[in-house]
Protein backbone atom coordinates (compact mmCIF):
# COMPACT_ATOMS: atom_id res chain seq x y z
CA UNK A 1 0.00 0.00 0.00
CA UNK A 2 2.98 2.69 1.23
CA UNK A 3 4.73 1.47 -2.57
CA UNK A 4 1.08 2.34 -4.38
CA UNK A 5 0.57 5.66 -2.39
CA UNK A 6 4.32 6.48 -2.91
CA UNK A 7 3.76 6.03 -6.65
CA UNK A 8 0.47 7.75 -7.23
CA UNK A 9 1.73 10.89 -5.77
CA UNK A 10 5.47 10.87 -7.83
CA UNK A 11 2.74 10.42 -10.35
CA UNK A 12 0.76 13.40 -9.12
CA UNK A 13 3.82 16.16 -8.91
CA UNK A 14 5.34 15.03 -12.22
CA UNK A 15 1.93 15.35 -14.35
CA UNK A 16 1.90 19.02 -12.75
CA UNK A 17 -2.01 17.77 -10.64
CA UNK A 18 -0.39 19.29 -7.53
CA UNK A 19 -0.56 16.79 -4.30
CA UNK A 20 -4.35 15.66 -3.37
CA UNK A 21 -6.34 16.55 -0.89
CA UNK A 22 -6.73 13.87 1.59
CA UNK A 23 -10.15 14.57 3.01
CA UNK A 24 -10.48 13.98 7.17
CA UNK A 25 -14.56 13.15 6.93
CA UNK A 26 -15.87 9.49 6.66
CA UNK A 27 -17.58 9.55 2.93
CA UNK A 28 -21.23 9.05 4.88
CA UNK A 29 -20.03 12.38 5.86
CA UNK A 30 -18.92 14.14 2.79
CA UNK A 31 -15.52 13.12 2.71
CA UNK A 32 -14.44 12.44 -0.54
CA UNK A 33 -17.26 13.93 -2.70
CA UNK A 34 -15.19 16.31 -4.75
CA UNK A 35 -13.16 13.67 -5.62
CA UNK A 36 -15.68 11.10 -6.21
CA UNK A 37 -17.32 13.04 -8.80
CA UNK A 38 -14.25 13.42 -10.97
CA UNK A 39 -14.54 11.01 -14.19
CA UNK A 40 -13.55 7.69 -13.13
CA UNK A 41 -12.54 8.11 -9.66
CA UNK A 42 -14.75 5.27 -8.07
CA UNK A 43 -12.78 2.77 -10.82
CA UNK A 44 -9.66 3.96 -10.31
CA UNK A 45 -10.44 3.39 -6.24
CA UNK A 46 -11.45 -0.02 -7.10
CA UNK A 47 -8.85 -0.57 -8.72
CA UNK A 48 -6.57 0.38 -5.99
CA UNK A 49 -8.08 -1.11 -3.17
CA UNK A 50 -8.05 -4.64 -5.37
CA UNK A 51 -4.02 -3.90 -5.91
CA UNK A 52 -3.72 -3.42 -1.92
CA UNK A 53 -5.88 -6.42 -1.66
CA UNK A 54 -3.97 -8.54 -3.13
CA UNK A 55 -6.90 -9.19 -5.87
CA UNK A 56 -5.81 -7.74 -8.91
Known sequence: ???ETGEFLSWA???GH???RIPR???DQGGF???LRRPL???AV???WRRV???D
Open 46 to 48: AHW
Open 18 to 20: GLP
Open 1 to 3: MIE
Open 53 to 55: LGQ
Open 41 to 43: AKA
Open 33 to 35: TEL
Open 25 to 27: RRV
Open 13 to 15: LRE
